[in-house]
C-alpha cells in the first residue's frame, strides 16, 4: 500500500510538470548522497583490512560474473536522454550531467562497497540481507541501521519518480512516429506534460 501510494504520488507530480518532478527528485538523490557520504566518512577509520583476506577467494570469474548484478546500478544513468527535449541546451548538459553521474556512482559505490566489507568481513557479509545496514549498526548503533534503511527506501523511492518521469516519454515519442495511438502524443496545455502518456507508463 505504501509503494502504490509513493508511485501515485509520482504520476500526480509528474502530471504537474517536469520541473517539479526534476526537483522532486534532486531532494531524494541530494539527501541519498548525504547518507551514503556519511556512511563511507564514519566506515573508513571503522574499516579492518584484514577481513579483506583472502581477496577474490573464489577468483577473478566469480568477480566478473557479480559485475553483471552491479551493472543495473548503472541503469538510471539512460533515463536522462529520455527527456532531451526538454532540457536546456541539452548537447552541453546532456553530457556533462551523465558523464557527472557515472562518475560520482562508480566512486562512491567502490568505497560503500569498501567500508561495508572492510566492518563486516566475508563470512558476515555472506549471511546478510541487508548489509549496508549491518555495516551501519557496527560504526553507527541502531540509529545507523535506521538512517541506512531510509536511505534504502529513497534509492527506491527516487528510482520510481525517475522511471515515470522518462518512461512516458517513450510512448510519447512512438506517438508522434505513428506506431502507438496518437492521444499518448497528447500534451496537457495547462501543465505542458503528456498527460495521457504518463498515466499510461505508471
Not at 27 to 49: K, M, S, T
Not at 74 to 93: D, F, H, Q
Not at 122 to 147: E, N
Request: proline letters at 5%; glycine letters at 12%.
Amino acid at each position: 500500500l505504501v509503494a502504490l501510494g509513493l508511485c501515485l504520488l509520482f504520476v500526480m507530480i509528474n502530471l504537474a510538470g517536469v520541473k517539479g518532478a526534476a526537483w522532486t527528485q534532486i531532494g531524494l538523490v541530494a539527501g541519498l548522497l548525504l547518507v551514503l557520504v556519511f556512511y563511507v566518512a564514519r566506515g573508513l577509520p571503522a574499516v579492518d583490512v584484514h577481513n579483506f583476506a583472502p581477496f577474490a577467494p573464489n577468483g577473478i570469474g566469480a568477480v566478473l560474473s557479480t559485475a553483471g548484478f552491479v551493472f543495473v546500478s548503472y541503469g538510471g544513468l539512460l533515463k536522462v536522454a529520455s527527456i532531451a527535449e526538454e532540457v536546456k541546451s541539452p548537447g552541453r548538459t546532456l553530457p556533462l550531467g551523465m558523464i557527472f553521474s557515472l562518475l560520482v556512482v562508480t566512486i562512491l559505490y567502490m568505497l560503500v562497497v569498501l567500508v561495508t566489507t572492510g566492518v563486516l568481513g566475508g563470512k558476515v557479509l555472506d549471511a546478510s540481507r541487508t548489509p549496508i545496514s549491518d555495516g551501519a549498526g557496527v560504526f553507527l548503533g541502531t540509529g545507523g541501521k535506521v538512517a541506512l534503511s531510509i536511505a534504502a527506501v529513497l534509492a527506491f523511492v527516487s528510482t520510481a519518480n525517475a522511471g515515470i518521469l522518462a518512461a512516458s516519454r517513450y510512448p510519447l515519442a512512438l506517438s508522434r512516429d505513428g506506431l502507438l495511438p496518437e492521444s499518448l502524443g497528447r500534451i496537457s496545455s495547462r501543465f505542458q506534460t503528456p498527460h495521457i502518456a504518463i498515466p499510461v507508463s505508471y
